[in-house]
């Protein structure tokens, strides 16, 4: 087992920045594959990024290629999703997620998730 907790949402103006982080913990030392998710209000959860056990391998949705970037340090068990110039588009609750089986875009293959934090880009 393994909980998740998301912080560091908020409301900000177009333009602005934010830094999400998500850690770990549980019973759980093994350390895995995570990604950050988004779902807006009548919308599917979509994938945002995700990013590789050792962080060397990184995906971001096209919509956030070269504005957002996903990293993580293991020793503390966090991820972090730098969020820049920020678009109304982005306003969604973000979530991160744990995959034991791999690197995967599908929601699907992520077992255990945060509870989730707001988001909202004004214009």
């Known amino acids: 087992q393994a909980q998740l907790v998301e912080s560091g949402g908020g409301l900000v103006q177009a333009g602005d920045s934010l830094r999400l982080s998500c850690t770990v913990s549980?019973?759980?030392?093994?350390?895995?594959?995570m990604g950050w998710f988004r779902q807006a209000p009548g919308k599917e959860r979509e994938v945002v990024a995700i990013?590789?056990?050792?962080?060397?391998?990184?995906y971001y949705t096209d919509s956030v290629k070269g504005r957002f970037a996903i990293s993580r340090d293991n020793a503390k068990r966090t991820v972090y999703l730098q969020m820049n110039s920020l678009k109304p588009e982005d306003t969604a609750v973000y979530y991160c997620?744990?995959?034991?089986?791999?690197?995967?875009?599908?929601?699907?293959?992520?077992?255990?998730w945060g509870q989730g934090t707001q988001v909202t880009v004004s214009s």
């Open positions: 997620g744990v995959n034991r089986e791999g690197f995967s875009r599908a929601k699907q293959d992520y077992d255990f």
């Open positions: 549980g019973r759980t030392s093994a350390i895995y594959a």
């Open positions: 990013i590789s056990v050792s962080g060397g391998v990184t």
